[in-house]
Nanobody
């Protein structure tokens, strides 16, 4: 059984930092793209960042470039999202997800991802 478990969310002031973790089990970590997505109330889910460590590939949304960094620890089957310089508009539920092949429409095509975690709330106060 594949499981993705997010952790690390919380309440932080604008300009602060958080590090999210996504622990994966039941899949071959090297074979999957692991993505971070977020969904704010009343908004569509959007892609934040994606990584496939085994081929040295990362992707990030323009809205988070220079502020968020995705990384992975294969020994721990865990992907991290380091979020710095947080803004109130970053407030959302953050999800990690896994897909075997990169979607034809691009890494942020969330409907193509096979497995999802339960999400972790990130709230940034102004």
């Amino acid at each position: 059984e594949v499981q993705l478990v997010e952790s690390g969310g919380g309440l932080v002031q604008a300009g602060g930092s958080l590090r999210l973790s996504c622990a994966a089990s039941g899949l071959s970590f090297d074979d999957y793209f692991i993505g971070w997505f977020r969904q704010a109330p009343g908004k569509e889910r959007e892609g934040v960042s994606c990584i496939r460590h085994s081929i040295g590939v990362t992707y990030s949304a323009d809205s988070v470039k220079g502020r968020f960094t995705i990384s992975s620890d294969n020994a721990k089957n865990t992907v991290y999202l380091q979020m710095d310089s947080l803004k109130p508009e970053d407030t959302a539920v953050y999800y990690c997800a896994a897909v075997f092949e990169l979607p034809l429409g691009g890494w942020s095509e969330s409907n193509e991802y096979d497995y999802w975690g339960q999400g972790t709330q990130v709230t940034v106060s102004s």
